[in-house]
DNA sequence: CTCCTATATGAATGTGTGTTCATATATAGA
DNA sequence: TCTATATATGAACACACATTCATATAGGAG
């Protein structure tokens, strides 16, 4: 856990800084639970589905070629993550997104992969 | 896999329409896989850390409280997506930021979980 | 050449996670 | 009420992954 060099090329004072501006563990869990959640391609694929549409559950699966419980799974994932919202209407629940700033998100990504939007 | 209800709120057009202009599953993994790399807590700290100062490897280690092996472990990984680069001096490698667009990715995730940058 | 230090790497381990299967819940229709 | 459909959920399984430990590599000092 400790290691003997320090080899600043910064100073104490600047060390001080930057763990003083350091995010809390608690934020800095939110932000990787956040990012976690845009980590599996599954869950990438059906929020491209719901930017295009509002869509029931049976659609998505088909849509994303998906089983009607893994999409399921997922979608509660997005729903705990605050990323889409339901409508329901029957017995069909409809999803929808509900954080507008996703499209942004994957525009720097696809820049960072090279790939154009 | 396959279900039943196609619930038909919009139309086989515009069904055609989404699936025609949904990326490709190699370009989905690619995301997937940025996104990944953000998806954890010593990641994101290390992150923090080189984009205030470059750094060297036991003063990552040290600023992050984390041992030497898991640091050297977690920079492959920004090294191999490409979010960090090195600069070696003697036996010392320095790393520093990549990619500048990590700030933008922050703020909106930290918009979104509710915490102000 | 030898020792020490900085970093990298491979194996092992424990933990987390996505999918599937089976089943539960809920609602509409007959 | 009985049946069929849409969705949700829990358990199990397989796989991925972050850390640790031990060790390898590499460069500087003596």
Redesign the pocket.
């Known amino acids: 856990?400790i290691?003997?060099?320090l080899?600043k090329l910064i100073s104490e004072e600047e060390i001080d800084k930057i763990l003083g501006q350091l995010p809390t563990d608690d934020t800095i869990a939110k932000l990787a639970?956040f990012f976690?959640?845009f980590?599996?391609?599954?869950?990438l694929k059906l929020l491209y589905f719901l930017s295009r549409s509002e869509l029931?559950?049976?659609?998505l699966?088909s849509l994303a070629k998906?089983?009607?419980?893994?999409?399921?799974?997922?979608?509660?994932?997005l729903?705990l993550s605050r990323f889409v919202k339901?409508r329901?209407?029957?017995?069909?629940?409809?999803?929808s997104l509900e954080d507008m700033h996703i499209q942004s998100l994957f525009d720097v990504a696809l820049e960072h992969i090279g790939e154009e939007a």
């Open positions: 856990m290691d003997k060099c080899c639970e976690k959640v980590g599996d391609p599954s869950r029931c559950v049976a659609d699966a998906m089983g009607q419980s893994a999409v399921s799974h997922q979608l509660k994932t729903r339901t329901k209407e029957g017995t069909v629940v409809y999803y």
